[in-house]
């Protein structure tokens, strides 16, 4: 997905969710209610370069 913050453009990479399972949580107007569950995979940003006042250093998300 392409995105763009103050004139800078950059690509979005969106997690991937894993469906875990089905609940039945209830029952409203005589049709059952359905839950999911979802999980999120922990994800590893990287390292990134930053600037401060002019100074440059690494940042690892």
Same mark, same amino acid.
């Given at each position: 997905? $392409?995105?763009? #913050?103050? +004139? *800078?453009? #950059?690509?979005? $990479?969106?997690? @991937?969710?894993?469906?875990? +399972?089905?609940? !039945?949580? +209830? %029952? #409203?107007?005589?049709?059952?209610? @359905?839950? @999911? *569950?979802?999980?999120?995979?922990?994800?590893? *940003?990287? &390292? %990134? !370069?930053? &600037?401060?006042? +002019? %100074? @440059?250093?690494?940042? !690892?998300?």
């Amino acid at each position: 997905m $392409q995105l763009s #913050y103050r +004139g *800078h453009h #950059y690509e979005a $990479q969106l997690p @991937k969710l894993d469906q875990d +399972g089905l609940e !039945e949580i +209830g %029952v #409203y107007r005589g049709a059952p209610l @359905k839950r @999911k *569950h979802f999980h999120l995979a922990a994800r590893h *940003h990287g &390292t %990134v !370069e930053l &600037t401060y006042r +002019g %100074v @440059k250093y690494a940042h !690892e998300m």
